[in-house]
């Protein structure tokens, strides 16, 4: 039987911007035939090409392991379109957990799905000036339809605050009236410069929140408050652990007063953006006159917030936990949480073998548990433990006919390879083995955060001065110093050493500071990173 060649992503996909021309790179899949003869079934199994892999190791070159993973464990592959992707059934069924726990938190602090129309006019755009102004270069445009020239051109949705505010301007004419709380699920066009799966495509899901307040001391409590959804699902859910704070004015969302953020630190060391809640102010409600009569007979304008995460927390997923192995997926968000893998050699086991193997799927997925069973007789049993572990899923349990004979099975696990995650003789008394599964689901998922968090926080420099932060930053790792200094000085640091202000995070040392470029006092750190 011929070895499992897994794909590689080793094409380049160029995409060009409406206006200038503009040639953008990404790169996808080409995906390797698989040998016929791996189909064969009952032929003599080379075990050392069997093992053979195609994913490039990490620590050779972590773009091309990225790319390699997302083909190898089918999460992805190109659009027709460049610079577009598809996303395939395995990736979207871990956005669709973060749809699932996140629908939930969105309607347990009041808020309600709507949707807004894709195509918004131009001139809506215009109305807010920075809002247009940080867009532009991003924005897609449409010019024709219906075989006519439009007399309007539209604007392929990079983002809906205009278009809410048209509407909120319609629906808002009271104090009564709010607040108002929604969120949509969608797609976003955005032209970008440079594409990265998952991280930057042309299109990209997404969910968008969007409120209007009486006062700005409601719309602040309700950016912080979705911040922290965000904070408490990268932690409890992802198993991320992210650094949450305020972007700095440089790096703050094209018409927000303030831009509330959660950063991530990948494989690579580089930070990911990996979710926003901004405050608004009032700065598009006075552009599109969004108004209400309050409880003095008063017309206002209303306080505004927008919030969002992205299926760039998918490419989050992979660049945190994954491995030269292939993805590492925490339980929580895991499409499959457990894969049971038959095995037998002679024909009278199979039955056996099976009716245990199915006895104990039905046990699991009675206690929740997302379970499948890989019963074909195509791979052999070691094709299927390589190819379960790229797929990321934490914990497969083996059956064969000894574990029938004696009651139990052995369990693996993800995150500890090779003999030292494996244990035998668990037993297949149902409750036995659901206490003992979710035990291990939880430490899997307990030890992906442990894991991810010593890693950041070894990678994190305190740095006092200009030559330590550069110092810090051409090693690949965040600095983190007192900052006072002004947009020249940040947009300097940029220039210099390609690392951003991530943040001003939230928690903050209580000493006198001195900032690192100015010298001057200084009341916060920030953390400076180069990023996607």
């Known amino acids: 039987m011929g070895a499992l060649r897994l794909p590689a992503l080793t094409s380049f996909f160029t995409v060009r911007s409406p206006a200038p021309a503009i040639k953008q790179r990404l790169r996808l899949p080409l995906r390797r035939p698989f040998s016929t003869a791996e189909k064969v079934v009952g032929a003599v199994v080379d075990k050392e090409k069997e093992k053979e892999r195609v994913i490039t190791p990490r620590s050779e070159d972590f773009n091309a392991w990225y790319l390699d993973v997302i083909a190898n464990a089918e999460l992805a592959d190109y659009g027709p379109v460049r610079g577009t992707m598809v996303i395939r059934p395995y990736g979207y069924a871990i956005w669709e957990a973060i749809q699932e726990y996140m629908n939930v938190k969105f309607k347990e602090t009041g808020h309600s799905n709507m949707y807004f129309p894709q195509f918004i006019p131009y001139s809506f755009i215009e109305k807010e000036a920075s809002h247009v102004e940080g867009f532009s270069p991003e924005l897609a445009l449409v010019t024709v339809g219906g075989g006519k020239e439009l007399e309007e051109k539209l604007v392929v949705r990079p983002t809906s605050e205009t278009i809410v505010n048209h509407m909120f301007t319609q629906w808002i004419h009271s104090y009564r009236d709010l607040p108002l709380m929604i969120n949509q699920w969608a797609n976003v066009t955005r032209w970008e410069m440079r594409t990265k799966p998952f991280i930057r495509t042309l299109e990209f899901l997404w969910q968008e929140g969007h409120t209007a307040h009486a006062t700005a001391e409601e719309a602040e409590k309700e950016a912080m408050q979705m911040i922290d959804v965000y904070t408490k699902?990268?932690?409890?859910?992802?198993?991320?652990?992210v650094i949450a704070g305020r972007k700095s004015r440089v790096e703050t969302f094209a018409g927000a007063s303030t831009t509330y953020t959660i950063e991530a630190m990948m494989g690579d060391r580089k930070a990911l953006q990996a979710g926003t809640s901004h405050n608004l102010g009032q700065n598009f409600s006075r552009a599109f006159g969004t108004q209400f009569t309050d409880e003095n007979g008063l017309r206002q304008h209303v306080w505004q917030t927008s919030w969002a995460i992205s299926t760039r927390f998918v490419g989050g997923i992979i660049?945190?936990?994954?491995?030269?192995?292939?993805?590492?997926?925490?339980?929580?968000?895991?499409?499959?949480?457990v894969v049971i893998v038959p095995i037998w050699k002679k024909d009278n086991e199979k039955t056996g073998v099976l009716t245990?193997?199915?006895?104990?799927?039905e046990t699991l997925q009675a206690a929740g548990i997302k379970v499948k069973i890989d019963d074909s007789d195509q791979r052999t049993p070691g094709w299927k433990f390589n190819y379960y572990e790229m797929k990321g899923v934490p914990?497969?349990?083996?059956?064969?006919?000894r574990d029938v004979s004696s009651g139990?099975?052995?369990i693996s696990r993800r995150d500890v390879p090779g003999k030292q995650g494996k244990v035998f003789g668990i037993s297949m008394e149902p409750s036995a083995l659901v206490a003992y599964v979710k035990d291990k689901l939880n430490e899997v998922q307990s030890s992906l955060l442990e894991r991810a968090t010593t890693f950041r926080d070894s990678n994190i420099v305190d740095?006092?001065?200009?030559?330590?932060l550069k110092e810090a930053i051409a090693q690949g790792k965040w600095a983190r110093g007192p900052w006072s200094a002004g947009d020249e000085e940040e947009l300097k640091v940029k220039e210099e050493t390609g690392a951003t202000i991530r943040c001003f995070p939230f928690e903050q040392p209580e000493e006198p500071m001195k900032c690192l470029m100015t010298g001057n006092s200084a009341d916060e750190v920030a953390i400076f990173a180069k990023s996607y």
Do not use: C, W
């Open 233 to 241: 699902f990268a932690y409890e859910q992802a198993a991320i652990p």
């Open 356 to 361: 245990a193997s199915s006895s104990v799927k």
């Open 395 to 401: 914990l497969r349990i083996e059956i064969g006919p």
């Open 319 to 337: 660049m945190t936990h994954g491995d030269d192995a292939g993805l590492l997926l925490p339980p929580r968000l895991a499409p499959v949480q």
């Open 463 to 468: 740095v006092y001065s200009y030559n330590e």
């Open 408 to 410: 139990t099975v052995v």
